[in-house]
């Protein structure tokens, strides 16, 4: 699950327990455990789904939101009868979980994400982020050594690049290479891509 950076610190402070997602399907489990990217986790304790105009404030306490019409504004929903679903979660602490976030992203962490990957391709001075979930898309179980080649790199290099990938949860390692995560196909088919 994706949440933006002040809600993550909230999160941190044990100031925010409940998010509101404007899922067409639930994309979270109870029990299930994601990672707060780049650092923590949490662990959904419930899941319910809700409808807007049913919401009173009291259901934002410990949300991080203050009222309904930033909630509205937040998720980006018009019809007060949209149907919304409320997760409750509890901080595990600082280390991440070795459990793939699968949830696929709304498109505002859509969004987020693809700024990310600008982001890092303008500090790399080479633009590898997208060429490089494509790759993995096309040739899944790829190991590093294999990928490295095409981009220039040596092999703990894309072993290093790999890595800032999965740190936003669009890879998962394999027992041999790497493959693209549920997160990272929804990614490159929000890309165009």
Same mark, same amino acid.
């Given at each position: 699950?994706?949440? $933006?950076?002040?809600?993550?610190?909230?999160?941190?402070n044990?100031?925010?327990?409940?998010?509101?997602? #404007?899922?067409?399907r639930?994309? /979270?489990t109870? @029990?299930?455990?994601? #990672?707060?990217?780049?650092?923590?986790?949490? &662990?959904?304790?419930?899941?319910?789904? !809700? =409808?807007? %105009?049913?919401?009173?404030?009291?259901?934002?306490?410990?949300?991080?939101? &203050? %009222? +309904?019409?930033?909630? *509205?504004?937040?998720?980006?929903?018009?019809?007060?009868?949209?149907?919304?679903y409320?997760?409750?979660?509890?901080?595990?602490?600082? %280390?991440?979980v #070795?459990? =793939? %976030?699968?949830?696929?992203p *709304? /498109?505002? &962490?859509?969004?987020? +994400?693809?700024r990310?990957?600008? /982001? =890092?391709?303008?500090?790399? #001075?080479?633009?590898?982020? !997208?060429?490089?979930?494509? *790759?993995? $898309?096309?040739?899944?179980?790829?190991?590093?050594?294999?990928?490295?080649?095409?981009?220039?790199?040596?092999?703990?290099?894309?072993? =290093?690049? !790999?890595?800032?990938?999965?740190?936003?949860?669009?890879?998962?390692?394999? &027992?041999t290479?790497?493959?693209?995560?549920?997160?990272?196909? /929804?990614? +490159?088919?929000?890309l @165009?891509?």
């Amino acid at each position: 699950m994706q949440f $933006r950076k002040p809600f993550k610190i909230a999160i941190r402070n044990g100031e925010v327990t409940r998010s509101f997602r #404007n899922w067409q399907r639930p994309q /979270a489990t109870i @029990g299930g455990r994601y #990672n707060l990217h780049p650092e923590g986790a949490i &662990e959904v304790t419930g899941l319910k789904q !809700v =409808t807007l %105009d049913k919401l009173r404030e009291s259901d934002l306490k410990s949300t991080g939101i &203050e %009222d +309904l019409q930033a909630l *509205q504004k937040l998720l980006g929903v018009a019809d007060p009868a949209s149907r919304l679903y409320q997760v409750d979660f509890r901080y595990l602490g600082p %280390d991440r979980v #070795n459990q =793939t %976030d699968t949830s696929t992203p *709304q /498109a505002a &962490e859509l969004e987020t +994400l693809a700024r990310r990957l600008k /982001a =890092t391709d303008r500090r790399s #001075n080479q633009p590898w982020t !997208v060429a490089l979930l494509e *790759q993995l $898309r096309e040739t899944p179980g790829k190991r590093a050594a294999d990928l490295a080649p095409a981009f220039g790199w040596d092999t703990p290099r894309c072993k =290093t690049q !790999v890595r800032k990938l999965k740190v936003l949860g669009l890879t998962i390692s394999l &027992e041999t290479g790497y493959r693209l995560s549920p997160r990272g196909m /929804a990614l +490159l088919q929000h890309l @165009g891509r």
